[in-house]
């Protein structure tokens, strides 16, 4: 099993930052794909971005040249830097880790983009 905690999330306003954090613990060792996913209210959870543990990211087309994910396999951390956030940002942003597919989920944290 692995436990994850995000940290980072807040109120901002359109065109500001904010850089989520996800620390992860326990059976670290079996992580090869981290990932930020995100739920906005009523809307379906989507994956925002994702990194390997070779290093290679992906990222939905929203956010493309606007957030940056990456990760410290050693400190098992992964950030999300987020850049021009837009209202439509706002969202419970959940980090999330597995060998294969996704299995490990931390609680979520709120980002709020105002306009």
């Known amino acids: 099993q692995v436990q994850l905690v995000e940290s980072g999330g807040g109120l901002v306003q359109a065109g500001g930052s904010l850089r989520l954090s996800c620390a992860a613990s326990g059976r670290t060792s079996s992580i090869n794909v981290m990932g930020w996913f995100r739920q906005a209210p009523g809307k379906q959870r989507e994956l925002v971005a994702s990194?390997?543990?070779?290093?290679?990211?992906n990222y939905r087309d929203p956010v493309k040249g606007r957030f940056t994910i990456s990760g410290d396999n050693a400190k098992n951390m992964v950030y999300l830097q987020m850049n021009s956030l837009k209202p439509e940002d706002t969202a419970i942003y959940y980090c999330a880790v597995g060998r294969i597919t996704y299995g490990s989920w931390g609680q979520g944290t709120q980002v709020t983009v105002s306009s």
């Open positions: 990194i390997t543990s070779a290093g290679s990211t």
